[in-house]
Protein backbone atom coordinates (compact mmCIF):
# COMPACT_ATOMS: atom_id res chain seq x y z
CA UNK A 1 0.00 0.00 0.00
CA UNK A 2 1.39 3.59 -0.97
CA UNK A 3 1.58 6.12 1.76
CA UNK A 4 1.86 9.65 2.64
CA UNK A 5 4.57 10.21 4.59
CA UNK A 6 5.22 8.15 7.33
CA UNK A 7 4.64 11.49 10.12
CA UNK A 8 1.38 11.54 9.09
CA UNK A 9 0.29 8.03 10.82
CA UNK A 10 -2.01 6.47 7.98
CA UNK A 11 -3.43 3.66 9.59
CA UNK A 12 -5.51 1.54 6.20
CA UNK A 13 -4.75 3.68 3.79
CA UNK A 14 -6.42 6.86 5.59
CA UNK A 15 -5.68 9.02 8.47
CA UNK A 16 -5.90 8.91 12.40
CA UNK A 17 -9.03 11.21 12.68
CA UNK A 18 -7.86 13.15 15.61
CA UNK A 19 -4.40 13.69 13.08
CA UNK A 20 -7.18 14.46 10.11
CA UNK A 21 -9.16 17.29 12.45
CA UNK A 22 -5.82 19.20 14.26
CA UNK A 23 -4.02 19.19 10.51
CA UNK A 24 -7.49 20.50 9.18
CA UNK A 25 -8.09 23.46 12.10
CA UNK A 26 -4.22 24.00 12.01
CA UNK A 27 -3.63 24.81 8.35
CA UNK A 28 -6.30 28.00 8.09
CA UNK A 29 -3.15 30.17 8.62
CA UNK A 30 -0.94 28.71 6.15
CA UNK A 31 0.85 29.52 2.41
CA UNK A 32 1.03 26.58 0.21
CA UNK A 33 3.15 26.40 -2.80
CA UNK A 34 2.57 22.11 -3.27
CA UNK A 35 0.06 21.04 -6.04
CA UNK A 36 -1.79 17.75 -7.58
CA UNK A 37 -2.18 18.40 -11.20
CA UNK A 38 -5.37 16.95 -12.22
CA UNK A 39 -7.79 17.61 -15.26
CA UNK A 40 -9.66 21.08 -14.83
CA UNK A 41 -12.94 19.20 -15.30
CA UNK A 42 -12.29 16.99 -12.33
CA UNK A 43 -10.96 19.70 -10.73
CA UNK A 44 -14.17 21.99 -11.30
CA UNK A 45 -16.05 18.54 -10.03
CA UNK A 46 -14.05 18.61 -6.95
CA UNK A 47 -15.12 21.91 -6.10
CA UNK A 48 -18.70 21.75 -6.67
CA UNK A 49 -18.80 18.72 -4.14
CA UNK A 50 -19.89 16.32 -7.17
CA UNK A 51 -17.17 13.89 -6.47
CA UNK A 52 -14.73 13.17 -3.72
CA UNK A 53 -12.45 11.06 -5.61
CA UNK A 54 -9.53 10.58 -7.77
CA UNK A 55 -7.52 8.00 -9.79
CA UNK A 56 -4.31 7.81 -10.51
CA UNK A 57 -1.69 5.70 -11.42
CA UNK A 58 1.20 8.57 -11.54
CA UNK A 59 2.56 10.42 -14.80
CA UNK A 60 5.62 9.19 -17.06
CA UNK A 61 7.90 11.59 -15.16
CA UNK A 62 7.09 10.32 -11.71
CA UNK A 63 10.23 9.67 -9.12
CA UNK A 64 11.02 5.86 -9.61
CA UNK A 65 8.61 5.99 -12.13
CA UNK A 66 5.92 5.17 -9.64
CA UNK A 67 2.77 7.15 -8.05
CA UNK A 68 3.97 8.25 -4.60
CA UNK A 69 2.14 11.07 -1.94
CA UNK A 70 4.15 13.02 0.51
CA UNK A 71 1.69 15.63 1.33
CA UNK A 72 -1.52 15.27 2.06
CA UNK A 73 -2.58 19.07 2.03
CA UNK A 74 -2.07 20.34 -1.72
CA UNK A 75 -3.67 23.43 -4.32
CA UNK A 76 -5.27 21.93 -6.88
CA UNK A 77 -4.06 22.69 -10.29
CA UNK A 78 -6.28 22.21 -13.16
CA UNK A 79 -4.56 20.86 -16.61
CA UNK A 80 -6.37 20.74 -19.99
CA UNK A 81 -4.07 19.27 -22.65
CA UNK A 82 -4.86 15.34 -21.68
CA UNK A 83 -8.78 16.04 -21.42
CA UNK A 84 -10.52 13.41 -23.91
CA UNK A 85 -14.38 13.69 -23.43
CA UNK A 86 -14.12 10.01 -24.85
CA UNK A 87 -12.99 8.76 -21.14
CA UNK A 88 -15.70 11.19 -19.30
CA UNK A 89 -19.54 10.77 -18.37
CA UNK A 90 -21.73 12.55 -20.91
CA UNK A 91 -22.84 14.99 -18.22
CA UNK A 92 -18.73 16.42 -18.53
CA UNK A 93 -17.93 14.67 -21.88
CA UNK A 94 -19.85 17.79 -22.92
CA UNK A 95 -17.91 20.43 -20.97
CA UNK A 96 -14.91 19.72 -22.45
CA UNK A 97 -13.09 21.24 -25.42
CA UNK A 98 -9.85 19.08 -26.41
CA UNK A 99 -6.98 21.18 -26.68
CA UNK A 100 -3.71 20.95 -29.28
CA UNK A 101 -0.85 19.11 -27.65
CA UNK A 102 1.77 21.12 -25.30
CA UNK A 103 -1.39 23.68 -24.71
CA UNK A 104 -1.74 25.63 -22.07
CA UNK A 105 -3.17 28.93 -20.94
CA UNK A 106 -1.24 31.85 -19.95
CA UNK A 107 -2.47 32.46 -16.25
CA UNK A 108 -4.14 29.23 -14.19
CA UNK A 109 -6.88 29.56 -11.94
CA UNK A 110 -5.92 28.05 -8.26
CA UNK A 111 -9.51 28.54 -6.62
CA UNK A 112 -8.99 25.22 -3.63
CA UNK A 113 -7.00 23.24 -2.19
CA UNK A 114 -7.81 19.65 -0.64
CA UNK A 115 -6.98 17.16 2.37
CA UNK A 116 -6.19 13.76 1.41
CA UNK A 117 -7.91 11.03 3.39
CA UNK A 118 -7.47 8.11 2.05
CA UNK A 119 -4.80 6.71 -0.39
CA UNK A 120 -6.51 2.81 -1.42
CA UNK A 121 -4.87 0.67 -3.59
CA UNK A 122 -6.73 -1.25 -6.11
CA UNK A 123 -5.80 -3.85 -8.65
CA UNK A 124 -9.15 -5.85 -9.04
CA UNK A 125 -11.37 -4.88 -11.78
CA UNK A 126 -14.24 -5.83 -10.39
CA UNK A 127 -13.22 -3.11 -7.33
CA UNK A 128 -12.56 -0.59 -9.75
CA UNK A 129 -16.13 -0.81 -11.72
CA UNK A 130 -17.66 -1.06 -8.23
CA UNK A 131 -16.58 2.92 -7.91
CA UNK A 132 -18.33 4.05 -11.15
CA UNK A 133 -21.41 5.52 -9.30
CA UNK A 134 -18.21 7.66 -7.40
CA UNK A 135 -16.41 9.16 -9.87
CA UNK A 136 -16.25 11.19 -13.48
CA UNK A 137 -14.61 8.62 -15.62
CA UNK A 138 -15.95 5.97 -17.85
CA UNK A 139 -15.22 2.25 -17.53
CA UNK A 140 -12.81 2.50 -20.30
CA UNK A 141 -10.76 4.91 -18.39
CA UNK A 142 -10.26 2.45 -15.59
CA UNK A 143 -9.60 0.06 -17.64
CA UNK A 144 -6.86 1.78 -19.41
CA UNK A 145 -5.19 2.72 -16.37
CA UNK A 146 -5.54 -0.88 -15.08
CA UNK A 147 -3.65 -2.67 -17.99
CA UNK A 148 -0.74 0.62 -17.88
CA UNK A 149 1.96 -0.58 -16.01
CA UNK A 150 0.63 -4.06 -14.72
CA UNK A 151 2.26 -4.53 -11.92
CA UNK A 152 1.17 -1.08 -10.04
CA UNK A 153 -2.13 -0.67 -8.68
CA UNK A 154 -4.38 1.96 -9.78
CA UNK A 155 -4.88 4.29 -6.17
CA UNK A 156 -8.12 6.01 -5.65
CA UNK A 157 -7.52 8.88 -3.72
CA UNK A 158 -10.14 10.75 -1.38
CA UNK A 159 -10.01 14.21 -1.29
CA UNK A 160 -11.58 16.58 1.39
CA UNK A 161 -11.97 20.07 -0.57
CA UNK A 162 -11.74 23.58 0.84
CA UNK A 163 -12.37 26.37 -1.97
CA UNK A 164 -10.16 29.15 -1.29
CA UNK A 165 -11.31 32.28 0.06
CA UNK A 166 -9.68 34.10 -3.08
CA UNK A 167 -9.14 32.94 -6.35
CA UNK A 168 -5.70 33.22 -7.15
CA UNK A 169 -4.54 33.87 -11.41
CA UNK A 170 -1.26 32.41 -11.64
CA UNK A 171 1.28 32.89 -14.36
CA UNK A 172 2.02 29.72 -16.27
CA UNK A 173 5.56 28.69 -16.04
CA UNK A 174 7.10 25.87 -18.18
CA UNK A 175 8.51 24.06 -14.79
CA UNK A 176 4.35 23.17 -14.52
CA UNK A 177 4.27 21.25 -17.52
CA UNK A 178 5.34 17.65 -18.17
CA UNK A 179 3.71 14.20 -17.66
CA UNK A 180 4.09 14.51 -13.66
CA UNK A 181 1.71 14.36 -10.92
CA UNK A 182 3.28 17.32 -8.69
CA UNK A 183 4.56 20.29 -8.83
CA UNK A 184 6.15 23.34 -6.59
CA UNK A 185 4.27 26.29 -7.56
CA UNK A 186 6.50 29.82 -7.65
CA UNK A 187 3.66 31.69 -6.29
CA UNK A 188 2.43 30.66 -2.67
CA UNK A 189 -1.00 30.76 -2.00
CA UNK A 190 -2.75 31.69 1.03
CA UNK A 191 -5.04 28.96 2.05
CA UNK A 192 -7.00 30.92 5.36
CA UNK A 193 -10.39 31.94 5.57
CA UNK A 194 -11.04 28.82 3.12
CA UNK A 195 -14.44 27.00 3.09
CA UNK A 196 -15.06 23.07 2.70
CA UNK A 197 -16.98 22.44 0.30
CA UNK A 198 -18.54 19.44 2.15
CA UNK A 199 -19.52 19.52 5.89
CA UNK A 200 -17.21 17.28 7.99
CA UNK A 201 -20.27 14.68 8.48
CA UNK A 202 -20.89 15.08 4.72
CA UNK A 203 -17.48 14.06 4.10
CA UNK A 204 -17.25 11.28 6.17
CA UNK A 205 -20.35 9.83 5.06
CA UNK A 206 -19.40 9.93 1.68
CA UNK A 207 -15.86 8.99 2.03
CA UNK A 208 -16.95 5.27 4.42
CA UNK A 209 -19.22 4.59 1.22
CA UNK A 210 -16.46 4.37 -0.97
CA UNK A 211 -14.68 2.55 1.33
CA UNK A 212 -17.89 0.26 1.79
CA UNK A 213 -18.07 -0.27 -1.80
CA UNK A 214 -14.60 -1.25 -2.17
CA UNK A 215 -14.89 -3.60 0.85
CA UNK A 216 -17.55 -5.96 -0.68
CA UNK A 217 -16.27 -5.15 -4.08
CA UNK A 218 -13.53 -7.51 -2.89
CA UNK A 219 -15.13 -9.83 -0.37
CA UNK A 220 -15.51 -13.52 -1.62
CA UNK A 221 -19.25 -14.66 -1.70
CA UNK A 222 -19.84 -17.30 0.64
Avoid at 35 to 64: D, F, H, M, S, Y
Avoid at 71 to 89: G, I, M, N, S
Avoid at 115 to 121: A, K, N, R, S
Wanted: net charge neutral; hydrophobic share 40%; proline share 6%.
Amino acid sequence: MSCIAEENAVVEGRLKPSMYQSKEANSMSEMMTHALKEWAIAVEALERGETIVLLRKGGIRERGGKFTIDRDRVLLYPTYEHQKPELLKPEYARKVTPVESGWHPETVRIGSWAQITDILPVGDRAAVSALLPYHIWTDRLTEDRLKWKPQQPLYVLLLRVFRLAQVRQIPYREAYGGCRSWIELTDAIAIADSSPVLTEAEYRSRSQAVRDRLAEAVTPSP
